[in-house]
């Protein structure tokens, strides 16, 4: 049986001592800011100076890897006699698991003793932590790569998906949110509950008055949906908003008595989209 070896991208929102902990191999997407030609990796440009950015009013925008970067990461290992395992962040919301597969498919005519697989994961930030945490776990436990690939597409519309932000001006530049929603939320102090469909894209699901009633919400749905409220595992993820996930844990943990697993910065890849002030939180739930 051979060996393979995971690899994943940055729009998991894991850092890379986790992932290396899991056996996982991270590649960057890119991002700059609206007017600069500078171009960051996801995890070069800290997170604090990027969200202040947004916050003194800087439009950033994300790039997908391309096909030629994953080729240059996946030939080494297939060199060495290694099998690979691309899991990428949600095709609804990037092409990257495109590159990948394109990668994959061209990789698979020069290598073709290899085994190969690109894993469209429609998850998103944490919620593709998850999936790549439960996956590296499976791994442990001796699965192969068939095995491992099956695991992902059985299991990947299992990861629940929900969050809030604090400002709809950055959903509103992402075309999330009209304008005249936003203006009306931002007015009212509406904050919107979403999550991530089946088919991995952003939906808009509630709209509740203040942060509060915003965490409340989203710790419901955790009672509403998780398959082991006792058990999780839960992930929660956040952009410069760490005590209000904080407090979501510490709800979890009063009703069903479950810590969080993980907590974890939201880098610039996902941050752009949602900016300073989200929480999102994911966990296996009986429904997406």
Known sequence: MNN?????????????????????????????????????????IP????????RDGE????????????????RPELEKGNDVLFVAFSS???????????????????FPDRTLYAVDSLCASVGNGLLLYMLSEKKKEGATIDEAYQFLMDNRLSISHWFTVEDLKYLKRGGRISAASAFV??????????????EGKLINMAKVRGRKAALRALADKYTETAIDPAKGPVFIGQTESMDDAKALGAMLKERHGVDVQLYSDVGPVIGAHTGPGLVVMCFPGKER
């Open 4 to 44: 393979y070896v995971i690899f994943t991208d940055s729009g998991c929102d894991t850092s890379t001592d986790i992932l290396n902990e899991w056996g996982i191999i991270k590649k960057d997407l890119t991002v700059r800011f609206e007017g600069s030609d500078k171009e960051y990796l996801d995890s070069e």
């Open 47 to 54: 997170v604090k100076e990027f969200y202040q950015r947004m």
């Open 59 to 74: 439009v950033a925008k994300t790039s997908a890897i391309n096909s030629e970067t994953f080729k240059e990461a996946f």
């Open 92 to 110: 609804g919301i990037s092409t990257t698991y495109n590159s990948g597969r394109l990668a994959v498919e061209e990789l698979k005519e020069e």
């Open 185 to 198: 939320g931002t007015v009212l102090n509406i904050k919107p509950v979403l999550h991530v469909d089946e």
